[in-house]
């Protein structure tokens, strides 16, 4: 029996694994199997203590950050600043080989950058650009590709919520981190636009160019004015929300409220604001933010009963045993983080897998800002990977009939391998996380 006893947290991890794969709510699969291995291993004693370290939990003041951003995102949804830029930023990139699937990557960035809402992103990208990209002839595999990378960016350009949620359970500050992930963000920018480039060049006949005729009928003047107008509204609420972090004007839950007001000024100004927006975004905001704590408050108890079964002590000790050093160790827990994005969403692997695996490696002398950083590209993978990956059912939900789940499958494989190269890059050079946090705030 003591064998069953020293095993147990791996058989309470498998069975919280199968089951999900099983399909299984996450939320109640995650809170209900640990209440039944810490109300079998621990007695009814579990439940004085289990209160209390969900209350701590839920109380946390970074965490309010979430519903803020949530509600910003869901906000900018409506506004139709992404209709419009994308338009403009189609004319401008025109005359680049692929420019209308590389505007499609720079419209992704600042939409991320603007909402940090996976979801919204690719359903508006999803909707406006991917008839756009089909009747100009793109490639299919390309189009959908190109419009999934796009919407997964808000995943590491700040804000993002995952950069809330890894800095809490972590302990990093999320301003940190938000400095921390714009130079990776643009990495992955970068080599999206360079892969999109490179294969327009080679076949044009993926990504045929606008038409001379069509971009003869804008003058100059004209679409200088047009990119001014679509540019100002996104900016401004970048400059709103990361430019009161970098400054130090307010904490990244604070800027997340400036976020959320700039949002509705943006939807007022647009036009588009009135009662029924109002209470569509309310529910999706109080829906998204619900499933989001639900899961934290499973994940809380799994964390309190693994750790009660000294299962960080077992896991802690498989991989220190592991004869690959440091950097082998970090490839070990890179590579699980990256095959359970195959299975599970990132607030799922978030909540499971890193406070687990992150404090192995704090422990061995990993700087923890650059370990979370690192985190969140690799968890930005598990919405593009399949068979659950989260981007892929969004696109699929929005593409036209003529639009085949294998066309998306075949799209997404290279920029998966971009966003590996991606995190490769900036794992091997270590100051693309954190020298700009140093040079900001002197960290």
């Known amino acids: 029996m003591e064998w069953i006893q020293e095993f147990m947290p791996l058989i309470m991890f498998t069975a919280v694994f199968a089951l999900l794969l099983l399909g299984y709510p996450v939320a109640f699969t995650i809170g209900g199997v640990s209440l039944f291995f810490g109300l079998f291993t621990f007695g009814t ?55 209308l699937a590389i505007s499609v990557i720079f419209v992704g960035a600042l939409m991320g950058a603007s909402t940090g809402i996976v979801g919204a992103t690719v359903v508006t990208m999803g909707l406006l650009s991917v008839p756009t990209m089909l009747r100009r002839n793109y490639s299919k595999a390309l189009t959908t ?113 400036v976020g959320a007001v700039g949002a509705t000024i943006l ?8 009662y029924t927006i109002a209470m569509d975004v309310m529910k999706s905001t109080t829906n998204l933010t619900c499933m989001v704590f639900i899961i934290l408050v499973g994940a809380t108890t799994l964390g309190l009963v693994f750790r009660g079964l000294d299962g960080d002590v077992l896991v802690r000790g498989l991989i220190r045993n592991l004869p690959f050093g440091k950097w082998g160790i970090l490839l070990v827990v890179m590579g699980i983080i990256f095959i359970a994005g195959f299975f599970l969403d990132f607030i799922e692997i978030t909540f499971i897998h890193v406070p687990v695996l992150a404090p192995i490696m704090i ?68 100051e693309s996380i954190t020298w700009l946090p140093r040079v900001l705030l002197g960290d």
């Open 45 to 99: 004693d579990f439940f004085n203590l289990l209160p209390l370290r969900i209350w701590g939990r839920m109380t946390n003041f970074t965490l309010l950050a979430v519903p803020l951003f949530i509600y910003m995102g869901v906000m900018l949804e409506k506004s139709g600043i992404a209709e419009e830029l994308l338009e403009t930023m189609a004319l401008v990139f025109a005359k680049i080989p692929g420019g």
């Open 145 to 257: 590709g190109t419009v999934a990378a796009s919407g997964t960016l808000g995943q590491i350009i700040p804000p993002s919520i995952v950069l809330v949620l890894l800095g809490d359970i972590i302990n990093v500050p999320v301003g940190d981190l938000f400095i921390g992930a714009v130079i990776p963000g643009l990495v992955l920018v970068v080599l999206y636009m360079v892969y999109i480039f490179g294969i327009a060049l080679i076949k044009p006949e993926l990504a045929p160019k606008i038409p001379q005729e069509e971009l003869d009928q804008i003058s100059r003047k004209q679409l200088y004015i047009r990119v001014a107008k679509a540019l100002v509204p996104p900016l401004f609420l970048m400059l709103a929300v990361l430019g009161s972090i970098f400054a130090g004007i307010a904490s990244p839950t604070e800027a997340a409220s």
């Open 267 to 274: 939807t007022v100004i647009y036009k588009r604001f009135n």
């Open 363 to 430: 422990s061995m002398g990993v700087n923890p800002l650059w370990l979370a950083v690192l985190i969140a590209v690799n968890l930005q993978t598990s919405f593009l990977t399949p068979p659950f990956g989260f981007s892929l059912f969004y696109l699929k939900g929005v593409t036209p009939p003529e639009v085949q789940t294998m066309d998306i499958y075949k799209g997404i494989i290279p920029f998966v391998i971009i966003q590996i190269i991606g995190l490769a890059v900036i794992c091997m050079i270590p």
